[in-house]
């Protein structure tokens, strides 16, 4: 597990803040060998900022928790959801 509090918000922060804090993050897993299967990008506003940058820098497969939207919305009711999340969502 891997938490980054130094950031937070990052809804405050730009997509080239975020990118590059990302990058950091994966080299820092990389680099303690903690052999994970996955990444997971538990943010909404990270995952629409930087998902696609952060996948191409490792072989680890990275995934975001916005594709989960997705289904929300198709398996809804009433074509409703609530998302909370940052301007940058």
Request: proline letters at 6%; aromatic letters at 4%.
């Amino acid at each position: 597990y891997v938490m980054d509090n130094a950031l937070l918000p990052y809804g405050l922060q730009s997509e080239q803040t975020i990118r590059s804090r990302l990058a950091s993050l994966v080299k820092y897993i990389e680099a303690q060998e903690l052999n994970v299967d996955i990444i997971v990008i538990a943010c909404n506003t990270a995952s629409t900022s930087a998902l696609a940058a952060t996948r191409h820098l490792t072989t680890i497969p990275v995934v975001g928790v916005v594709p989960a939207i997705k289904p929300a919305v198709r398996f809804s009711c009433t074509n409703h959801i609530a998302l909370l999340a940052t301007p940058a969502t």
